[in-house]
């Protein structure tokens, strides 16, 4: 599993969710967590970030926000130089379904359909966890 130190950034234009991501994550005892309400200002946070040599080590989006969607926000992160192999875990409305085809097309980790559970939340982060580390193994 993803150490407890692990920095997160939770994208989610409806605070309500980010707060349910953040009572999740504090959970399962991950203490950094940081929010942005859309993929615009996620994306900013996102280089900032790396430029002040303190990246995010994972990210939590919402597919369906204003100004900046998720999906657009996971091709920019998958087209930097730095966000190649970060992980990303989409969160998806029940309506949204089809959507996830093409999410793991443009890169995505995982996804989750809302509402979620802790254990779903967590179930994804060991499953990308264990994943990347196949990736790194190989």
């Not at 793991?104 to 980790?109: A, C, H, I, T």
């Not at 994804?124 to 264990?130: S, V």
Request: net charge positive.
């Amino acid at each position: 599993m993803f150490k407890k130190s692990t920095k997160f950034l939770i994208v989610d234009d409806m605070n309500m969710f980010r707060a349910m991501v953040k009572q999740s994550l504090t959970a399962m005892e991950f203490t950094k967590h940081f929010e942005a309400n859309d993929g615009s200002v996620a994306l900013k946070m996102l280089e900032e970030a790396v430029q002040s040599n303190e990246p995010f080590e994972f990210v939590i989006c919402d597919w369906n926000m204003p100004k900046m969607k998720g999906i657009e926000l996971l091709r920019k992160v998958r087209a930097s130089s730095w966000g190649k192999t970060l992980p990303f875990l989409m969160l998806t409305a029940e309506a949204e379904k089809t959507t996830v085809v093409e999410a793991l097309k443009e890169g995505v980790d995982g996804y989750i359909i809302k509402p979620f559970t802790v254990n779903s939340l967590s179930a994804n982060l060991k499953a990308i966890h264990d994943k990347k580390n196949v990736s790194k193994a190989s």
